[in-house]
């Protein structure tokens, strides 16, 4: 009788394992909103300026272009936003987006919250400066399609024009 006890123990534990795994969050790729804020801040503070690219890469990895002293800097940010994999200089930073940055009210970390909010589903894949209108914006763009258009000078959602 003591033999049919340990598999029953481990096929009666086995549902409590697969639930407790199922809690965990794929967030090293998902594009969570703390993910993306995590590898926006790494990569602005490793490169002592300001992100104004960022785009996910297949391996789920991060992009961040960060502007510093007029110039580009690109680095790779881990999955997850914790860690640097490595850093690169860029060329010069489009006049217009370094205007804009430098005049911003708002960050991409803070366009990135508001954007989840507004958004409620699906990971974040790119943020870059747009314009509408003719002013500058923040376009986070969501890995189910979607768009969501935050102000930089207020941090204020910008209703869609389409």
Known sequence: MAS??????????A?????????TSPATSSGSSETV??????AE???GG???????????????????????ADLRISADGGEVL???????????????LENAGTTMA??????????????????????TSGE??????FDAGADITISLADGSVVPSTE
């Open 4 to 13: 049919l006890r340990l598999p029953f123990a481990i096929l009666a534990a």
């Open 15 to 23: 549902p409590l394992a697969l639930g407790l795994t199922s809690c």
């Open 37 to 42: 804020v995590s590898a926006v801040v790494r």
């Open 45 to 47: 503070s490793d490169a």
């Open 50 to 72: 300001r992100a104004f690219d960022l785009d996910r890469e297949d391996d789920g990895t991060w992009e961040v272009q960060v502007v510093t002293n007029g110039r580009a």
């Open 86 to 100: 490595s850093r690169r200089d860029a060329d010069t930073v489009d006049t217009e987006d370094r205007d804009a």
């Open 110 to 131: 803070d366009a990135v919250r508001t954007a989840v909010a507004a958004h409620r589903g699906g990971g974040i894949d790119e943020v870059e400066i747009d314009r």
């Open 136 to 141: 500058p914006v923040w376009k986070v763009s």
